[in-house]
Every structure is written in C-alpha cells, then in structure tokens.
C-alpha cells in the first residue's frame, strides 16, 4: 500500500547538513499496524510525514497505492493528505473553541459538506470511541485521554487508507496509554492500517510489526506473529 524506495532527506541548520534519513526502503501492506521505535532525534517524525505527504524526500521514492507522493505538487500532496491520510498527534491539536462533534466534522466542514450530512457519522464515531456523551464538550472539559479520543474519530472521519499517529501516548499517563493503545489495536483488528511513532516499547508491541531507526537508517525489522501482550 505505502511502497518507500531509497528515501532520504537532509535538512539545512545553518551552516550544517542534517541527514535526518539515510536510504530508507521499506513496504508498509494494507492491514499492517506498524509502529516506528528509535531514540530521539533518529527521524521517526520525519519518516512518519513523508508517509503522510507532510513533507517530501530530497533523494528517493514514495508511493501510495502505487500513485508517487514525491516530486507531486503541493495541492495534489495536499489533496492526498487530507482525503486518504489521518494523523494523531502526541498533544491532540483539537482546536479549543470548537466542540467535541465540531473538531470530529471540521476535516469534512472544510470541504464544504453541510454539517447536517456529516453529524450522524461524527456523532456515530464519538459513540464508537465511547464519548456518546461528551459531543458538546470542549477540550478544556475533557481529560487527556478523552481528547486524544477525540482526535482519533476526527482523523478516521475521512475514512482514511492509514492511520498515522506521532506519540500519541506521549502525554498520557500509563493507565490512559493502555486504553488508546487498545482502541488502535482493536481499529486495527478491523482493518485499519496504523503507522505509529513511538519511543516506548511496551506501546510498540501493540502493533504487529516494530521497525528500529537510528541515525536516520533502518536498523531492524521484526514482526510480531499472533501473541499480543
Ligand atoms: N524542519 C527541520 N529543520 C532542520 N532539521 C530538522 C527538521 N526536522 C527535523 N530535523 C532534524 O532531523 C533529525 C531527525 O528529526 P526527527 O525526525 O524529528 O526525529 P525523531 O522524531 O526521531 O525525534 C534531527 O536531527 C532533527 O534535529
Ligand atoms: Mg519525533
């Protein structure tokens, strides 16, 4: 489904080139939960928004169902982005003056959908995250965990191919980590694809295959066959 041939991408800090990845191939299949581990600063996220075509590579290729994500033009990047692709992050990034149903339906409001078309589905996928009751709820009213529960309908509003997360137990305590890591586990279970970015590896072992970075360069790859703790 995501097919990456050689990437790499440097960055410019001031004088210095930063080789942020080095030659990056690796065949991400529809199905997968795939979790991404390495120390910091070993290209994890940089890796994780070329998937999304939050970035583009400065040396190799990325596909996605066999369409090129490299040397495309912005809008269709962007267009790729936001109709086949969700992102969670690690500090939710739900915007604090909408409400629970408004932050799931804003991916869609924005591409000129009534909101009365998109209501039962947000409400539908608030429900499935068990927040049927707090759809009129501000982030300010919601615990972390609820948030992020939040952000998560809000990424599969647009029924994406791949679910892409960015440490998104990184601000959560370990009791709360649990419960999002099963909620993946379980979307996964029914087919959802999910690329996440971690640097825990109890978190990681949730996934069904767990790839290694370091200094920017695949160091291992093992899948986990069946026997999830
Ligand atoms: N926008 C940027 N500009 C310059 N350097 C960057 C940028 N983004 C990341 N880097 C550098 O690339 C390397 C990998 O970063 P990153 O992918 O964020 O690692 P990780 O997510 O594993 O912590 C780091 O050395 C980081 O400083
Ligand atoms: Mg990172």
């Not at 078309?117 to 009213?141: F, K, N, S, W, Y």
């Not at 791949?162 to 979307?187: F, K, Q, R």
Request: a negative charge; charged letters at 20%; proline letters at 4%.
């Amino acid at each position: 489904m995501i097919e990456i041939r050689n990437a790499g991408k440097k960055y410019q800090q001031g004088a210095r080139e930063v080789h942020a990845l080095r030659n990056v191939s690796l065949s991400i299949t529809s199905g997968e939960f795939l979790s991404i581990m390495g120390p910091s600063g070993s290209g994890k996220s940089t890796l994780l928004n070329l998937i999304g075509g939050l970035d583009q590579p400065t040396s190799g290729e990325i596909f996605m169902d066999g369409r090129p994500l490299h040397g495309i033009s912005d809008d269709e990047l962007t267009l790729i982005r936001r109709r086949r692709v969700g992102f969670i992050f690690q500090f939710f990034n739900l915007l604090p003056i909408l409400t629970a149903i408004e932050n799931v339906s804003l991916p869609i409001l924005l591409d000129g959908v009534p909101f009365s078309r998109i209501r039962p589905r947000a409400v539908q996928l608030l429900e499935q995250m068990g927040l049927g009751e707090r759809t009129d709820h501000r982030p300010e009213q919601l615990s972390g965990g609820e948030m992020q529960r939040v952000a998560i309908a809000r990424a599969l509003i647009t029924e994406p191919a791949v679910l892409l997360a960015d440490e998104p137990t990184g601000n959560l305590d370990s009791h709360t980590s649990e419960e999002i890591l099963m909620l993946l586990s379980n979307l996964n279970e029914q087919g959802q694809t999910i690329v996440m970015v971690t640097h825990d590896s109890k978190a990681a072992a949730y996934g069904t295959r767990v790839i290694t970075l370091r200094d920017g360069a695949l160091a291992e790859d093992v899948s986990l066959g069946g026997g999830r703790s």
